[in-house]
Every structure is written in structure tokens, then in C-alpha cells.
């Protein structure tokens, strides 16, 4: 790999331009070479936001220039993911595909294999490990600060009553849309980087919106094999929010409401670069203790750039990607069981 990896990013919509751009401009050793998008407003974004980019119609353009460029980015819609990603394994370069991997866990185990095949770099935009909240909570569980868990907390919950146009609103299982697919991705990765692999699934997918079709309104309970219960919520239809996180132990429990700060910013068009990145302001931190007897935790900062840090890393052969594909695989097998059982 060169001192400075060139990146060529599939898709320009919300994920390319408002997540994967930045923080690829923000990372040290990675160059933003080219942005592919045929949508001629994108195509206009695009080179308004990084004139120092190539603009390219087709991903065909990518990978018959492979020797070009050194990473691949896949941050088009869910249907897409398994081919985009399939095609540039086979042209030699390493991929990052934002989540959920795979439409389903055949198509992800498959496309895992085919990268081991290649023994090319392959990983998964789990940006949300790198949360403030969830790195807050990491930390309270390895000083186990709450005891012994039986019980995880997790919401993403929101108030979009009006269905909004896009994919992701599309019905079918190939185009994974639908709130189980997309925050659920997140959530269940959350849940079983703490506690370990799942061994049942409940779930509740509902259809909450006038003119809705893919799933809105969503609840799964997973049972570790650790032991711990996980109860995850996410939700378009929430007019009043719970807690983002209420975690349960035997001595102490942790409460923490609000989201992240990083999508915000990115939406609000912030460089992960800006001094205070991730941090979020004292009157958001969670509490910890039982009632009559609570603290305050500060959040620790969030860094989604971390994440374009550790596959620099693992470009230069000296550590391994930062999120295994593998794990992306399992996230896939209990979302299809939830769907399966609901």
C-alpha cells in the first residue's frame, strides 16, 4: 500500500456523503480518489464537496482501473452491497461495505468466503461501536462497575410519523429495507459485542404508518448465552423517547438518554477533524448507581473516525480489520430469525 491509500466511494446519497466522505477526508493516510454516482445532483454535490476527487458514472470505471486505487468503499443501497463488494473482491481491492452486510446471512457468509478466497481485505461499517455512549458503557462493564448484567437496555427510537421516499421504505427481503435491517443492524451488534452470541430470538415487527410498508415499529429480545437478556426497541413512531440505554446488574444499574453527537454533526456537515469532536456536554451524561444514590458517568468521546484509523491499520498489514466480517454474519442470522419468529 502506498504512504496515502486512494479510496474510491460507491454511492453518493445520506451514507457516502454525509458519513464516509468526512471521515475518509478527516483520516490520516487515506485520499477521497473518486466518488461514483450516475444521479446528476449527487454527481453536482459531489464535486462542489471534493473537487480534488474524480466523478465517476459507473463502478466498472473502478475496478478496470484497479491498480488505481487501494481501497473500495460501498455505501450504496443494501440490495447493491453483495454485488459491489463481490466485484471489487475480484478485482483485488479491499472493501468496506456499510451495514448490514448482506441482504441475508447466505449472501454474507458467501461473500466472506469469496474475500478469505482472495485474502482480501473485507469489513463492515459498524460505525456504532465507536458511539460515545456505547464506549461509556464498555468501560463501566470491563471495571464491572454494575455488578453482574442480566439485563440490556437499547433503544433507537425516533418520530417520523410521515413515511419518507427511498429504499429504504422499499418492501421485499432483497432490498433489506424496514427499521429491523437498518437500526437493527446496529443494535444487535451493540448487544452481542457485550454479551456474547445469542441463542433465542423474540421479535415483534410491526407496520405502524398510513402507507407504510416495511416494518417501522420493531422489538427483539435476545437471550446470551451468557445468560444476560437483551430488550432492544426501534421505532419511528416514538412521539416520547426512552432511555438509550438502561443496563441492569446485580449492584448497580446505568442510564443513559440521547443519541451519539457524531451523526448529528456529520448530517450538520462538521469535520470529525474539529477540536471536541464526540464529545458530548455534561447535562446528556448518564447515571449510574440505584435509586436515592446515583452519579454521574462522563460519556467518553465518540470517534466514528476511528474506525477509517484501524483499516489504515489493517491496509498496512499491521493489524487485523476493525470490524470482522464474521461478525457481520451473525448480526445477519439473528435479524433473520427475528423476522422468521415475528
Same mark, same amino acid.
Given at each position: 500500500?502506498?504512504?496515502?491509500?486512494?479510496?474510491?466511494?460507491?454511492?453518493?446519497?445520506?451514507?457516502?456523503?454525509?458519513?464516509?466522505?468526512?471521515?475518509?477526508?478527516?483520516?490520516?493516510?487515506?485520499?477521497?480518489?473518486?466518488?461514483?454516482?450516475?444521479?446528476?445532483?449527487?454527481?453536482?454535490?459531489?464535486?462542489?464537496?471534493?473537487?480534488?476527487?474524480?466523478?465517476?458514472?459507473? /463502478? #466498472?470505471?473502478?475496478?478496470?482501473?484497479?491498480?488505481?486505487?487501494? %481501497?473500495?468503499?460501498? =455505501? !450504496?443501497?443494501? *440490495? $447493491?452491497? +453483495?454485488?459491489?463488494?463481490?466485484?471489487? /473482491? #475480484?478485482?483485488?481491492?479491499?472493501?468496506?461495505?456499510?451495514?448490514? %452486510?448482506?441482504?441475508? =446471512? !447466505?449472501?454474507? *457468509? $458467501?461473500? +466472506?468466503?469469496?474475500?478469505?478466497?482472495?485474502?482480501?481485505?473485507?469489513?463492515?461499517?459498524?460505525?456504532?461501536?465507536?458511539?460515545?455512549?456505547?464506549?461509556?458503557?464498555?468501560?463501566?462493564?470491563?471495571?464491572?462497575?454494575?455488578?453482574?448484567?442480566?439485563?440490556?437496555?437499547?433503544?433507537?427510537?425516533?418520530?417520523?410519523?410521515?413515511?419518507?421516499?427511498?429504499?429504504?421504505?422499499?418492501?421485499?427481503?432483497?432490498?433489506?429495507?424496514?427499521?429491523?435491517?437498518?437500526?437493527?443492524?446496529?443494535?444487535?451488534?451493540?448487544?452481542?459485542?457485550?454479551?456474547?452470541?445469542?441463542?433465542?430470538?423474540?421479535?415483534?415487527?410491526?407496520?405502524?404508518?398510513?402507507?407504510?410498508?416495511?416494518?417501522?415499529?420493531?422489538?427483539?429480545?435476545?437471550?446470551?448465552?451468557?445468560?444476560?437478556?437483551?430488550?432492544?426497541?426501534?421505532?419511528?413512531?416514538?412521539?416520547?423517547?426512552?432511555?438509550?440505554?438502561?443496563?441492569?446488574?446485580?449492584?448497580?444499574?446505568?442510564?443513559?438518554?440521547?443519541?451519539?453527537?457524531?451523526?448529528?454533526?456529520?448530517?450538520?456537515?462538521?469535520?470529525?477533524?474539529?477540536?471536541?469532536?464526540?464529545?458530548?456536554?455534561?447535562?446528556?451524561?448518564?447515571?449510574?448507581?440505584?435509586?436515592?444514590?446515583?452519579?454521574?458517568?462522563?460519556?467518553?468521546?465518540?470517534?466514528?473516525?476511528?474506525?477509517?484509523?484501524?483499516?489504515?491499520?489493517?491496509?498496512?498489514?499491521?493489524?487485523?480489520?476493525?470490524?470482522?466480517?464474521?461478525?457481520?454474519?451473525?448480526?445477519?442470522?439473528?435479524?433473520?430469525?427475528?423476522?422468521?419468529?415475528?
Amino acid at each position: 500500500m502506498p504512504s496515502v491509500a486512494r479510496v474510491a466511494l460507491l454511492g453518493y446519497g445520506l451514507a457516502g456523503s454525509a458519513f464516509h466522505a468526512p471521515l475518509i477526508a478527516a483520516a490520516s493516510g487515506l485520499r477521497l480518489a473518486a466518488i461514483v454516482t450516475r444521479n446528476e445532483e449527487r454527481r453536482a454535490r459531489a464535486l462542489r464537496d471534493h473537487p480534488e476527487a474524480s466523478v465517476l458514472e459507473t /463502478v #466498472e470505471e473502478v475496478w478496470s482501473k484497479a491498480d488505481e486505487f487501494d %481501497l473500495v468503499v460501498v =455505501a !450504496a443501497p443494501n *440490495r $447493491a452491497h +453483495v454485488p459491489l463488494a463481490g466485484g471489487s /473482491v #475480484e478485482a483485488g481491492l479491499p472493501v468496506i461495505v456499510d451495514k448490514p %452486510l448482506a441482504p441475508s =446471512a !447466505a449472501e454474507g *457468509r $458467501a461473500l +466472506v468466503e469469496q474475500a478469505r478466497r482472495r485474502e482480501i481485505m473485507l469489513t463492515v461499517f459498524q460505525n456504532r461501536r465507536w458511539d460515545g455512549d456505547y464506549l461509556t458503557l464498555r468501560s463501566l462493564l470491563e471495571r464491572e462497575a454494575l455488578g453482574k448484567v442480566f439485563r440490556f437496555e437499547s433503544r433507537f427510537e425516533r418520530w417520523r410519523p410521515e413515511p419518507a421516499a427511498g429504499w429504504r421504505e422499499r418492501p421485499g427481503a432483497e432490498e433489506a429495507g424496514g427499521l429491523l435491517f437498518d437500526l437493527g443492524s446496529h443494535l444487535v451488534d451493540q448487544a452481542i459485542q457485550l454479551f456474547g452470541s445469542v441463542e433465542r430470538v423474540h421479535a415483534e415487527l410491526d407496520i405502524r404508518r398510513p402507507g407504510a410498508e416495511v416494518d417501522d415499529d420493531v422489538f427483539l429480545a435476545l437471550e446470551h448465552a451468557s445468560g444476560v437478556r437483551s430488550h432492544l426497541w426501534m421505532s419511528a413512531v416514538t412521539a416520547q423517547k426512552g432511555p438509550r440505554l438502561r443496563v441492569l446488574g446485580e449492584r448497580a444499574a446505568y442510564v443513559k438518554h440521547g443519541l451519539d453527537v457524531q451523526e448529528e454533526a456529520l448530517r450538520a456537515g462538521r469535520s470529525p477533524a474539529e477540536p471536541g469532536w464526540g464529545e458530548e456536554p455534561p447535562e446528556h451524561w448518564g447515571r449510574i448507581g440505584v435509586d436515592g444514590d446515583l452519579r454521574e458517568v462522563p460519556t467518553k468521546p465518540g470517534s466514528y473516525a476511528a474506525f477509517y484509523d484501524a483499516v489504515v491499520e489493517s491496509l498496512r498489514g499491521d493489524a487485523p480489520p476493525p470490524v470482522d466480517p464474521s461478525d457481520a454474519v451473525e448480526v445477519l442470522e439473528v435479524l433473520e430469525a427475528a423476522r422468521d419468529t415475528a
